[in-house]
Nanobody
Framework: VQLVESGGGLVQAGGSLRLSCAASGVIFSINAMGWYRQAPGKQGELVAGITSGGNTNYADSVKGRFTISRDNAKNTVYLQMNSLKPEDTAVYYC???????????WGQGTPVTVSS
């Protein structure tokens, strides 16, 4: 399974970004897709995840600001990020696997920088 991310970049605080991740390869094994992030000097964390059935899971820090969605026909997952804060600055990784918190596959990462 290959995961290709796009949509990261530099944005001012309060702005928005939309991340996309397209999956290809042996995708029948994928039930859940999601986004993790790794900020410098901090532990990586799950940002949001979604199952093939549409169940979602969000980190408390992004609830109400971020929305994850999935297009099963296109094997693509999206992360709409609104009201961005400097503390959202991190490298965001797309993930896929049998469960939201049990990814088997990781994308290459896309950096998101939020300036104050």
């Amino acid at each position: 399974v290959q995961l290709v991310e796009s949509g990261g970049g530099l944005v001012q605080a309060g702005g928005s970004l939309r991340l996309s991740c397209a999956a290809s390869g042996v995708i029948f094994s994928i039930n859940a897709m999601g986004w993790y992030r790794q900020a410098p000097g901090k532990q990586g964390e799950l940002v949001a995840g979604i199952t093939s059935g549409g169940n979602t899971n969000y980190a408390d820090s992004v609830k109400g600001r971020f929305t994850i969605s999935r297009d099963n026909a296109k094997n693509t997952v999206y992360l709409q990020m609104n009201s961005l804060k400097p503390e959202d600055t991190a490298v965001y990784y797309c993930t896929a696997g049998p469960g939201i918190r049990s990814p088997n596959y990781w994308g290459q990462g896309t950096p998101v920088t939020v300036s104050s």
